[in-house]
Nanobody, 124 residues
Framework: QIKLVESGGAAVQTGASLKLSCTVS????????KGWFRQGSNREREGVAL???????RYSDSVKGRFTISHDSTKNTLFLQMNSLRPEDTAMYYC??????????????????WGQGTQVTVSS
């Protein structure tokens, strides 16, 4: 059974940092595509950061330079280091994984596997 479990969300103030984690289990492919998406109130779920099969990382323009995605293969854990947080970063953050390639702009409904989400709230 494929399972993704996120953790690390919290309520913080503008300028703070947070590190989200997502443990991935049950995927038989050695290196699926993995990424972080977020969904704010009354907004569509959007791609934030992605690691491709060869380790290439991609970021949305809104987080480039502030967020860093990484993966610890020994622990099957995906991370999202978020620095210089802003109120507009407030959202539920989800990790996603799938074997077919996907990109930051992929419609989230077409990605196969998701965690339950972890809430990040940034106050001014």
């Amino acid at each position: 059974q494929i399972k993704l479990v996120e953790s690390g969300g919290a309520a913080v103030q503008t300028g703070a940092s947070l590190k989200l984690s997502c443990t991935v289990s049950g995927m038989t492919h050695i290196s699926p595509y993995k990424g972080w998406f977020r969904q704010g109130s009354n907004r569509e779920r959007e791609g934030v950061a992605l690691i491709e099969r060869d380790g290439t990382t991609r970021y949305s323009d809104s987080v480039k330079g502030r967020f860093t995605i990484s993966h610890d293969s020994t622990k099957n854990t995906l991370f999202l280091q978020m620095n210089s947080l802003r109120p507009e970063d407030t959202a539920m953050y989800y990790c996603a994984a799938d074997n077919p390639p996907f990109s930051i702009s992929t419609m989230w409904r077409s990605i196969g596997y998701w965690g339950q989400g972890t809430q990040v709230t940034v106050s001014s």
